[in-house]
């Protein structure tokens, strides 16, 4: 990215947010977390460590023809030293089952099985199959069944893996509620789905379903199967009516989790932080903050970046200072998430220049700007009419091909356009498009907008 240029530097020099930050020792250096944003989810559902069918580079057909397979997989077979192996035949077939449908991709497996009897299929490569048929255009469930059929009539049970590759296959087609029939059938007939294909599952469906019915397959699954929700599984309801605004619930769903027998990790925390900031209710936030160090639960970076974050935006500047400041004796360092917090909640209360002195504290201690921090202080440099150091600064955007946010783009062009600099608006208006900053739609809406109102303040002689 870009240097900031020293003109864009305060000419007096402010006295530093942290006052002789402490030197971090190199045996607590662990103590520095991976950084990451506040506003994302905490809780990362872990994939289940399986194996899974591998994926042919490159295909060996150019045409969907069954004959034609059979006639490449006769051939191999035919020209082989020596029989191949499992890895070879599914990696054959799982090329063709790319290409063709589920019929026929069984077709070949009863080839292949023909041709050469000393080949004997496993799971995985009815796995194969089975991942083809959840991704079928069919819109019924009968191709899963077919496929499960012949799985289980040569020896092979579902198990805990076939479970998860049909699960996430059906989600990833947006057939969550398939998903859903075809869960609850294996856990009658072979084979319960574990946490992380639950957890999956109930996340996929908190996109797709209102609460009531995410809260119905939770209740069935636990009432009818014995499959229970855990930690995890209350994190990401949490964290989807937080992300709805529906804090009360967060708070229920809290309650609900203690009567479960958990005890409410930073993860838990973290996510109802970060709700009560989406709503720009900092005194909550340090609330629930309080209650974390009350139940002995450690905060982390995302912790002290989302109350940094959320107070900043809701204006408690001297707060959001005070828990820099704590961060930092805990053993914490400030990242690029932090600063910018900062730096937007400083032009919020139109203090631009101390925006700008947070800039020059943050690169000395060696922490590069990022894609918001640019767009921050030239949407604040813009709004505090600082035209000449806005545009200076999108010059440095513009030289590390640095993206202009939605907020920021449409301050400068406006804050052109009222100078009457309208040549210099349509140039910020081509580096949007060619940088794909924006749609062209969204890029030329707010162009044609903003000069509609200069058209109209010049005819009412408000505008040059």
């Known amino acids: 990215m870009g240097k900031i240029p020293a003109s864009l530097r305060p000419a007096i020099s402010a006295t530093s947010l942290l006052k002789n930050p402490p030197v971090i020792p190199k045996d607590q250096l662990g103590k520095v977390p991976i950084k990451r944003n506040p506003t994302q989810p905490s809780h990362k559902i872990l994939q289940p460590q399986q194996p899974q069918p591998q994926h042919n580079q490159r295909t060996l057909f150019k045409s969907r023809d069954l004959t034609e397979a059979k006639k490449i997989y006769t051939s191999f077979i035919s020209t082989a030293k020596a029989p191949p192996d499992i890895r070879f ?41 089975l991942t083809q048929s959840c991704k079928s255009p069919d ?46 059938e294996l856990s ?13 599952l109930v996340k996929c469906l908190c996109k797709s ?17 014995d499959v229970k929700p855990d930690l995890v599984t209350y994190t990401i309801l949490i964290d989807n009516v937080c992300n709805s605004k529906n804090l009360r619930e967060a708070v229920r769903l809290v309650g609900v989790l203690r009567d479960c027998g958990f005890k409410p990790d930073r993860f838990v925390y973290n996510t109802v932080m970060k709700g009560y900031c989406m709503l720009n209710k900092g005194g909550e936030a340090v609330g629930i903050y309080n209650q974390m160090r009350d139940e002995g639960v450690e905060p982390d970076l995302v912790t002290y970046n989302t109350l940094i974050f959320g107070l900043s935006k809701c204006g408690r500047m001297g707060d959001a200072k005070k828990f820099l400041r704590t961060m930092v004796d805990a053993g914490y360092v400030p990242d690029a998430v932090t600063y910018t917090s900062l730096m937007n909640g400083l032009c919020r209360d139109g203090d631009v220049l101390g925006a700008l002195v947070l ?30 150091k806005g545009l200076e600064l999108y010059g440095v955007m513009k030289e590390g091909n640095i993206q202009l946010e939605t907020a920021a783009y449409a301050t400068l062009v406006r804050a052109l356009c009222k100078e009457g600099r309208v040549a210099e608006a349509y140039e910020v208006f081509d580096y949007a498009v060619e940088s794909k900053s924006l749609t062209d739609v969204a890029a030329y809406t707010t162009l044609e907008s903003t000069l509609k109102w200069l058209k109209k303040a010049r005819n009412q002689g408000l505008a040059v």
């Open 359 to 388: 800039l020059e504290e943050m690169e000395a201690k060696g922490c590069s700007p990022n894609t918001c921090t640019y767009n921050t202080l030239l949407y604040g440099l813009c709004k505090a009419r600082m035209l000449e």
């Open 209 to 225: 379903r209102e609460l009531n019915g995410v809260y119905s397959f939770i209740d069935e699954m636990r009432d009818v199967f």
């Open 139 to 184: 819109p019924s469930l009968h191709p899963v069944h077919q496929t499960l059929n012949l799985m289980v009539s040569n020896g092979l049970k579902p198990n805990q893996v076939t479970v998860d590759l049909a699960v996430r296959a059906l989600c990833s087609a947006g057939r969550e509620d398939d998903a859903v029939l075809l869960v609850k």
């Open 89 to 129: 035949h599914n990696s054959f077939l799982q090329s063709y089952a790319s290409i063709s449908t589920v019929d026929d991709s069984i077709s070949l497996l009863h080839h292949m099985i023909k041709t050469l009897p000393a080949f004997s299929p496993d799971r995985s490569t009815y796995h194969i199959l």
């Open 188 to 200: 009658l007939k072979h084979c319960k789905p574990d946490t992380f294909t639950y957890n999956f």
